[in-house]
């Protein structure tokens, strides 16, 4: 029975996912902020920032609740089951630091062993974790992926780049009130994933540099439970 129930709620998340195309490819969105490439078997998600709370105590900022962690790799695991995924591209700043990578729970270390168990895991480099967390997988500082490159930060217009960094989020207007959501960004060339962590905030797409990177025909897709891909808001400074 349990198992039944599994399958319609793996059913109707998937229902909720949003298909794009780039690069010659199809990507699913995922509600969670997570990004599909299913002819790949690749799951990729961005700037977990795992360990936020324990940083921002250690350096005298207010307490935060530390469940940022539990809830980050709750949703991670739920992804995994959704997909199957034979690859996961953690895309950089999978840690809010080293200290606080080197500082997870037993609890934390031994999950993310589970998920990893039975498939290839990447950990990209990030501003805030560059270098190796004494976690397996591999670590790289970009993948290439034909006909996809997977980095942390946005360079030079590469067709079919992913990437992360800004946490890009999106402001709009429904129903008489203002809805505010993390959301991935595409044009032609370049794909911009929300910040899969928790106290992670965002940045508007309206904000430089996001409204500059990205190209008038730039979409954006808001995560939450039924994905919306609007045209990208632009502010006057945006690219003509």
């Given at each position: 029975?349990?198992?039944?129930?599994?399958?319609?709620?793996?059913?109707?998340?998937?229902?909720?996912?949003?298909?794009?195309?780039?690069?010659?490819?199809?990507l699913?969105?995922?509600?969670?902020?997570?990004?599909?490439?299913?002819?790949?078997?690749?799951?990729?998600?961005?700037?977990?920032?795992?360990?936020?709370?324990?940083?921002?105590?250690?350096?005298?900022?207010?307490?935060?609740?530390?469940?940022e962690?539990?809830?980050?790799?709750?949703?991670?695991?739920?992804?995994?089951?959704?997909t199957?995924?034979?690859?996961?591209?953690?895309?950089?700043?999978?840690?809010?630091?080293?200290?606080?990578?080197?500082?997870?729970?037993?609890?934390?270390?031994?999950?993310i062993?589970?998920?990893?168990?039975?498939?290839?895991?990447?950990?990209?480099?990030?501003?805030?974790?560059?270098?190796?967390?004494?976690?397996?997988?591999?670590?790289?500082?970009?993948?290439?992926?034909?006909?996809?490159?997977?980095?942390?930060?946005?360079?030079?217009?590469?067709?079919?780049?992913?990437s992360?960094?800004?946490?890009?989020?999106?402001?709009v207007?429904?129903r008489?009130?203002?809805?505010?959501?993390?959301?991935?960004?595409y044009?032609?060339?370049?794909?911009?994933?929300?910040?899969?962590?928790?106290?992670?905030?965002?940045?508007?797409?309206?904000?430089?540099?996001?409204?500059?990177?990205?190209?008038?025909?730039?979409?954006?897709?808001?995560?939450?439970?039924?994905?919306?891909?609007?045209?990208?808001?632009?502010?006057?400074?945006?690219?003509?």
């Amino acid at each position: 029975m349990r198992l039944a129930i599994a399958a319609v709620e793996r059913q109707e998340q998937k229902m909720n996912n949003f298909d794009f195309p780039f690069a010659g490819t199809t990507l699913t969105a995922l509600p969670s902020g997570g990004l599909w490439w299913q002819s790949g078997s690749l799951l990729t998600v961005s700037d977990l920032h795992l360990g936020k709370s324990e940083r921002v105590a250690r350096r005298g900022g207010p307490m935060l609740p530390p469940y940022e962690t539990e809830d980050a790799l709750a949703r991670l695991d739920a992804d995994i089951q959704l997909t199957r995924a034979q690859t996961v591209v953690c895309l950089g700043d999978s840690f809010d630091d080293l200290i606080a990578a080197e500082s997870l729970t037993e609890a934390a270390s031994l999950w993310i062993t589970r998920l990893q168990a039975g498939r290839r895991w990447i950990w990209i480099e990030g501003n805030h974790d560059a270098g190796p967390t004494g976690l397996a997988g591999s670590h790289l500082s970009e993948l290439a992926a034909p006909p996809l490159t997977f980095r942390h930060i946005t360079r030079e217009r590469t067709h079919g780049e992913i990437s992360g960094h800004y946490h890009p989020k999106a402001t709009v207007q429904a129903r008489g009130r203002t809805i505010s959501r993390a959301c991935f960004l595409y044009d032609e060339d370049r794909l911009i994933l929300p910040s899969y962590g928790t106290y992670t905030g965002g940045l508007l797409c309206t904000s430089q540099p996001l409204s500059s990177l990205m190209s008038p025909k730039a979409h954006a897709i808001l995560t939450g439970t039924n994905p919306v891909c609007i045209p990208m808001p632009r502010d006057r400074g945006a690219r003509p």
